[in-house]
């Protein structure tokens, strides 16, 4: 069963770059047919979708963060990470990974997720 | 790009049915066929309750079902339980993107 645990910095200091990291146990990173992604929650907010990288490579990131964001994958260590650059407090919240599944061609949702990280960004 | 639209909040009694819609426009929940639903209890990941518009995972209760009509999916649960109390979020995957809803937070009476 493939889980997913997300690590990094809690504290991320305002106009810094955000890093984490998101290792998957239980199966290859680079096998099959997923979109790795991350979303991130703001306390008391909804969710919101940042990007994703396909087992192929290409990424697909949100328009709002796509001149901050930078998704990628390192399969020599089954993980995959975010940058996320010139931070603010308005970044603080809680990051989640997540892998979605393709069937010929179906989209599955996301599942499995992290358990989440928390990343506040203050000085 | 704008969040799905979703109702802030829904209730019900145990053992009633509730619906919760989901509106997007045609070019995300108009026009394709995966849209998810995810249940989040306070201070836990999401958890995925339906794919690809009406698909139950495996381990998930046949109370909960999905929908679509147009740009609006929607998730009913039936015979409300005390457990079904959380936040619940649609989203809807693109080719270039996946939008979330503004989310949901379902009261059992």
């Known amino acids: 069963q493939v889980q997913l645990q997300e690590s990094g910095p809690g504290l991320v200091k305002p106009s810094q770059t955000l890093s984490l990291t998101c290792t998957v146990s239980?199966?290859?990173?680079?096998?099959?047919?997923?979109?790795w992604s991350w979303i991130r929650q703001p306390a008391g907010k909804g969710l919101e979708w940042i990007g994703r990288?396909?087992?192929?490579?290409?990424?697909n990131y949100n328009p709002s963060l796509k001149s901050r964001v930078t998704i990628s994958v390192d399969t020599s260590k089954n993980q995959f990470s975010l940058k996320l650059s010139s931070v603010t407090a308005a970044d603080t919240a809680v990051y989640y990974c997540?892998?979605?599944?393709?069937?010929?061609?179906?989209?599955?949702?996301?599942?499995?997720w992290g358990q989440g990280t928390l990343v506040t960004v203050s000085s | 790009q704008s969040a799905l639209t979703q109702p802030a909040s829904v209730s019900g009694s145990p053992g009633q049915s509730i619906t919760i819609s989901c509106t997007g426009t045609?070019?995300?929940?108009?026009?394709?066929?995966?849209v998810s639903w995810y249940q989040q209890h306070p201070g836990k990941a999401p958890k995925l309750m339906i794919y690809?518009?009406?698909n139950r995972p495996s381990g998930v209760s046949n109370r909960f079902s999905g929908s679509k009509s147009g740009n609006t999916a929607s998730l009913t649960i039936s015979g409300l339980q005390a457990e079904d109390e959380a936040d619940y979020y649609c989203?809807?995957?693109?080719?270039?993107?996946?939008?979330f809803g503004t989310g949901t937070k379902v009261t059992v009476l």
């Open positions: 997540a892998r979605e599944t393709t069937i010929f061609g179906v989209v599955m949702g996301f599942d499995p």
């Open positions: 239980g199966g290859s990173i680079s096998s099959g047919s997923y979109y």
């Open positions: 990288i396909y087992t192929s490579g290409s990424t």
């Open positions: 045609s070019s995300d929940v108009g026009g394709y066929n995966y």
């Open positions: 690809e518009v009406s």
């Open positions: 989203s809807s995957y693109t080719s270039s993107s996946t939008l």
